[in-house]
């Protein structure tokens, strides 16, 4: 019987200390709510993306997933970003292309060059046959 009022006693204690936890026996007073977890965006609206920030992305857990909206925003942002770069390596690319052609291919390409006049001379028949009974000229014209 002792045991009995020993486990009674005790789970009584117990049954009370949760009691107070939860309800607030204190200076704090209730257990605060939990507030909703959001997205707190990290990504630096003032100057491009860099490899470290995308890095930096964390995206709260719902109970489906994700906030889809939340990455819908971020994919569009690193997309137009990503858009952006892209046009401005193209434009660059072109620019350094057409200054390259403009070195290799400039007005002084062709300073100094005359171009040779063709004279009018007779065209000597230099081939050889050699089939039986012909004869055979060498490269004067002259029969052998």
């Known amino acids: ?11 009584l204690v117990v049954v009370g200390a949760v009691t107070l936890a939860v309800i607030g026996g204190g200076e704090s007073g209730a ?8 997205f707190t965006d990290p990504l630096p609206p003032d100057r491009p993306l860099r490899r470290a920030d995308v890095d930096l992305v964390r ?6 997933g994700y906030h889809m909206g939340e990455v819908d925003d971020v994919l569009g942002r690193l997309g137009a970003e990503l858009a952006e770069r892209d046009a401005r390596i193209a434009e660059l690319e072109a620019a350094l292309a057409g200054a390259q052609a403009r070195a290799v291919a400039g007005p002084a390409l062709f ?7 063709a004279e009018d001379r007779p065209v000597e028949d230099t081939s050889v046959q050699g089939a039986a009974g012909d004869k055979v000229r060498d490269e004067k014209g002259d029969e052998q």
């Open 1 to 11: 019987m002792v045991l009995f009022l020993f486990l009674v006693i005790a789970l």
């Open 31 to 38: 257990l605060p709510d939990a507030a909703p977890e959001r």
């Open 59 to 64: 995206f709260p857990m719902t109970l489906r």
């Open 111 to 117: 300073e100094g060059y005359e171009p040779r006049v």
